[in-house]
Structure formats: structure tokens, C-alpha cells
């Protein structure tokens, strides 16, 4: 139940029947008053009762759980959702059956939902949330491999001796490679090209 | 993938009710095309069309299993 119109004798006693019903406090609503009500003439003549309508405010998490859940859905996926909030940080994890398809070739539709999540939790936010999503820990073991792929493509620059152009990688991923090869005193890395199709170059340092 | 399309975009406009779907059927592929309210255009593109771009990642995932290809276009 997300809204409720009640009467009481005073707008506050309305307000506080609505609040029961909708199971919240006051802080979480937006509050109409219809009819502040009148007492009436020795409580008899022209008694009016108030009445109010009463909205709960929309909940940015509970939004895009149920906005994520929907297209989850469609895609005939049925996903748990855990989530995390620190501070201005939000992460859903997904997990269940199937989530392969929710994750996509190299992580395509998870980063896709992640960004159209993002953006829906933010409509219902007053402050900027960041989001993360992730499924079954793909954004650990994602960040493993890169890791891994890191470290071999710099040592093929030093072995050829000659640069090494990566594939195009988002630059939440690009950002973990050069991080990988930051303490890396024999190579140096930097990004060429333009999103999307912007990539990373492993070269060896000369001396 | 009407449903799938509306599920995507509606939450992300300002008015879902002026939102409609026309598909185009050809021969190698299905034509979605949205037509939106004038507001909500550049909402549904994004910057730089990133928005655009993860709309079509999810329906591209959803058709993964049929032969033909699906586009998505944004029309006023």
C-alpha cells in the first residue's frame, strides 16, 4: 500500500491513523491535507471531520530493486538481491539461477543494467548515489582475470621489448590494469583511442 | 519484447504515458521503434548515447536465442 486517504477529528488524528495504516513515520510521507475539519457549534451543528491523504515517499532502493527485478524478469530471470548501502555507496548483488544471462559476454549486460539501475535510483535519491551492481561476485573475479591479463602483457613487453596494445576495456576496468602495473618499475602504461573503443598500451620503460 | 522495452524505459521517463512501441518486421530483423515525448528523448540517449547503448546490450541479450536481429529506435 503506497497511499491512503482517512478522516479523523483533527488533522492530526488523521494523519496519525494514516500513518498505522501505511506502517511508517512521518518523516517517510508526503502529506495532503483535504479538509482541516471543523468542530462544530457545541460539537453538534456543522461538525466536518479533517481529513487527509496520506503518500509514501518513494524509496530510492526499494525503486530500483523493483525496477531491476522487472527486467530481470523479462529476460525470464528470478534473482535474489542483497544489498549493501555505506554511505553514499549502494550495491546489489544478484544471485540465483541463470544469472549467466544477466551478466553477459565479458559483463556487457550486467555493466548495462548497472548503468540503467544507476540511473532510476538516483531519479528517487536527493543526494547522488553511487551504485555498484554485481552477480554471483563477477566484479571480484572479473578484476582477477585483469589482474592476471595485466601481468602477462607486460611481461610480453619486455620480453618482444615493444608495446603492447590491450583490447578496448570500460574505464572502470582500464583503471584496474594500470593500478595492476602502477608498482611495475620496468613498464609504464597509459590509454589510447576513444571511448568506447579507448585502450590500454603496455610499454617497456627505457632506460 | 515490447514488455521487456517498456519495463526498460518507462521508469527512466517523465511521461510513460505518452510512450508508444511501433515494430517493424523485415526480413533479418525486428524494428522497435519509441516514440517518446520531446523531454524524455534525451533522458532515453544519454550522454554521448550511453543510455541508448545499455538499453540495446539488454534487448540484444534478450533475443539472444532467435535468429533475427532487433534494432531499437528513438523517435519524437
Same mark, same amino acid.
Given at each position: 500500500?503506497?497511499?491512503?486517504?482517512t478522516v479523523g477529528q483533527t488533522v492530526e488524528e488523521a494523519l496519525q491513523s494514516?500513518?498505522?495504516?501505511?506502517?511508517?513515520?512521518?518523516?517517510?510521507?508526503?502529506?495532503?491535507? +483535504?479538509?482541516?475539519?471543523?468542530?462544530?457549534? &457545541?460539537?453538534? &451543528?456543522?461538525q466536518r471531520p479533517a481529513s487527509v491523504r496520506v503518500r509514501k515517499k518513494a524509496d530510492p532502493i526499494e525503486e530500483s530493486t523493483a525496477y531491476l527485478l522487472s527486467i530481470a524478469a523479462q529476460l525470464g530471470v528470478h534473482p535474489d538481491i542483497q544489498v549493501e548501502k555505506t554511505g553514499k555507496h549502494v550495491r546489489f !548483488?544478484?544471485?540465483?539461477?541463470?544469472?549467466?544471462?544477466?551478466?553477459? @559476454?565479458?559483463?556487457?549486460?550486467?555493466?548495462?543494467?548497472?548503468? +540503467?539501475?544507476?540511473?532510476?535510483?538516483?531519479r528517487? !535519491?536527493?543526494? &547522488?548515489?553511487? &551504485?555498484t551492481l554485481d552477480a554471483e561476485n563477477y566484479r571480484e573475479r572479473r578484476e582477477e582475470t585483469l589482474v592476471a591479463l595485466a601481468r602477462k602483457m607486460a611481461k610480453k613487453a619486455l620480453v618482444t621489448g615493444k608495446p603492447v596494445r590491450l583490447e578496448p576495456f570500460p574505464s572502470f576496468e582500464r583503471k584496474v590494469i594500470h593500478k595492476a602495473l602502477a608498482e611495475n618499475r620496468q613498464v609504464r602504461t597509459f590509454s589510447e583511442g576513444k571511448e568506447p573503443r579507448r585502450y590500454i598500451v603496455i610499454e617497456p620503460k627505457s632506460v | 519484447m515490447e514488455e521487456l522495452i517498456l519495463a526498460i524505459v518507462s521508469?527512466?521517463?517523465?511521461?510513460p504515458e505518452e510512450m508508444t512501441i511501433e515494430k517493424r518486421e523485415e526480413e533479418h530483423k525486428d524494428i522497435y521503434r519509441l516514440f517518446l515525448h520531446s523531454d524524455d528523448i534525451g533522458?532515453?540517449?544519454? @550522454?554521448?548515447?550511453?543510455v541508448a547503448k545499455a538499453?540495446?546490450?539488454?534487448?540484444?541479450?534478450a533475443n539472444a536465442d532467435h535468429s533475427k536481429k532487433v534494432y531499437v529506435e528513438i523517435a519524437e
Open positions: 500500500m503506497k497511499e491512503v486517504t494514516a500513518l498505522q495504516q501505511l506502517d511508517t513515520t512521518e518523516e517517510q510521507v508526503e502529506i495532503d491535507v +483535504l479538509d482541516e475539519g471543523k468542530k462544530g457549534l &457545541f460539537g453538534l &451543528f456543522g !548483488s544478484l544471485s540465483g539461477e541463470r544469472i549467466a544471462l544477466l551478466i553477459g @559476454k565479458r559483463g556487457q549486460t550486467l555493466n548495462a543494467l548497472e548503468q +540503467l539501475t544507476q540511473l532510476v535510483i538516483n528517487y !535519491s536527493t543526494n &547522488f548515489i553511487h &551504485f | 521508469p527512466l521517463i517523465d511521461h533522458k532515453v540517449i544519454g @550522454k554521448q548515447g550511453r538499453i540495446r546490450t539488454i534487448v540484444t541479450a
